[in-house]
């Protein structure tokens, strides 16, 4: 079992930056690839970014490019998620996941694959 707790979220007008994080607990970090998702109201959750167990690996949505940056720290236990340049649209629940297997064919990008979830942590863009 591995538990997942992100903080960091917050109000921000557009233009501004947060950083959420996320602490694992429980099991060996190193041992799992790690992903953002989020979602919004009415919306499916999507995916935002991805990283690979040791972090030399990344994958972000193109509607983040540019302006989302996914790191981890496994002496930590923590990844993260820098996001810059927020706009209103990034609005949403935030949630970190944490995948067992390797990411192979593009299983990042799908929620199903992920096989631990925190709470969720709320970010606001006001425009």
């Known amino acids: 079992q591995v538990q997942l707790v992100e903080s960091g979220g917050g109000l921000v007008q557009a233009g501004g930056s947060l950083r959420l994080s996320c602490a694992a607990s429980?099991?060996?970090?190193?041992?799992?690839?790690m992903g953002w998702f989020r979602q919004a109201p009415g919306k499916e959750r999507e995916f935002v970014a991805a990283?690979?167990?040791?972090?030399?690996?990344?994958y972000c949505a193109d509607s983040v490019k540019g302006r989302f940056t996914i790191s981890r720290d496994n002496a930590k236990n923590t990844v993260y998620l820098q996001m810059n340049s927020l706009k209103p649209e990034d609005t949403a629940v935030y949630y970190c996941?944490?995948?067992?297997?390797?990411?192979?064919?593009?299983?990042?990008?799908?929620?199903?694959?992920?096989?631990?979830w925190g709470q969720g942590t709320q970010v606001t863009v006001s425009s």
């Open positions: 990283i690979n167990w040791s972090g030399g690996i990344k």
């Open positions: 429980g099991r060996t970090f190193s041992n799992y690839a």
């Open positions: 996941a944490a995948s067992a297997s390797p990411f192979i064919d593009g299983s990042y990008y799908y929620p199903r694959r992920y096989d631990y």
